[in-house]
């Protein structure tokens, strides 16, 4: 069993940035493949960002693309998310999610562990 804590969401302007992090805990952290994935109002949860149990393999939404990046600290058991040059079409609660699997996926489905969720908003 694993267990995700988001922290980092908030209100910010338009073109701003925030740093979202995902606290991991219960099992070897290494071991899973990583993504973070958001769902608006009325919307399905999509793919934002993965990212491979090494952290040598990143994949991102072109929506995202250029804009944010994913990392991870093995050592510290820490999932990251930097979001530079936000935009109002980002608001949407956010979702770190855990992989048994050492290869990331796009597909919400294919994961088997979610944190709880953190609110991004972001005004015009």
């Known amino acids: 069993q694993v267990q995700l804590v988001e922290s980092g969401g908030g209100l910010v302007q338009a073109g701003g940035s925030l740093r979202l992090s995902c606290a991991a805990s219960g099992h070897t952290f290494s071991n899973y493949a990583m993504g973070w994935f958001r769902q608006a109002p009325g919307k399905e949860r999509e793919f934002v960002a993965v990212i491979s149990w090494s952290g040598g393999n990143t994949n991102y939404a072109d929506s995202v693309k250029g804009r944010f990046t994913i990392s991870r600290d093995n050592a510290k058991n820490t999932l990251y998310l930097q979001m530079n040059s936000l935009k109002p079409e980002d608001t949407a609660v956010y979702y770190c999610?855990?992989?048994?699997?050492?290869?990331?996926?796009?597909?919400?489905?294919?994961?088997?562990?979610w944190g709880q969720g953190t609110q991004v908003t972001v005004s015009s």
């Open positions: 999610s855990a992989r048994w699997s050492l290869i990331p996926t796009h597909l919400v489905y294919e994961y088997d562990y």
